[in-house]
């Protein structure tokens, strides 16, 4: 069986699951423990270096951003090019970008730009200001899912 998403129309394949069980659930905690680790390290969580990179005071969060940017766009280059497989012995396909009409691209930044402007997280770094101990991160954790549920709520009546 196939699913078709609505935004794109692209024909995706039925995901193949199996459980992760203990091994791979313990694999997915030390990754999310690095993550988090690496950004609090490299003062990703912290709001005074947001606000200082949206007042455009400091390099220092742009320099990240564009590494993650440089990064991804050549891992994704090396994926296409040797056909890197997954674990179901699969070649990994990544299907191109299609970009659609009107303003909801920038409508959809400008909103989650303001977010990070005004609370100085953005959802990864949220688990990661929760494992630092700044637990004042639980009202942005809490409007994210708010926000996430009010879209779920409304995407039948927006423009797609």
Not at 96 to 114: D, E, H, N, Q, S
Request: proline residues 6%; contains cysteine.
């Amino acid at each position: 069986m196939e699913n078709r998403t609505i935004e794109t129309d692209v024909v995706e394949p039925e995901a193949k699951e199996e459980p992760a069980g203990p091994k791979g659930l313990l694999l997915f905690l030390l990754i999310g423990t690095a993550f988090g680790f690496a950004l609090t390290k490299s003062e990703v969580v912290s709001w005074f270096r947001i606000q200082e990179m949206f007042r455009f005071q400091s390099f220092h969060l742009f320099g990240i951003i564009g590494c993650a940017i440089a990064t991804g766009f050549v891992s994704i280059r090396l994926l296409r090019k040797y056909e890197v497989r997954d674990r179901f012995g699969e070649v990994i396909v990544i299907p191109p970008k299609v970009w659609g009409k009107g303003i909801r691209y920038w409508a959809g930044g400008i909103l989650f730009g303001l977010g990070w402007a005004l609370t100085g997280a953005c959802p990864g770094p949220i688990f990661a200001l929760f494992g630092s101990g700044v637990f004042v991160a639980a009202a942005v954790f809490i409007s994210a899912i708010a926000g996430s549920w009010v879209y779920g709520a409304l995407r039948p009546h927006l423009p797609h």
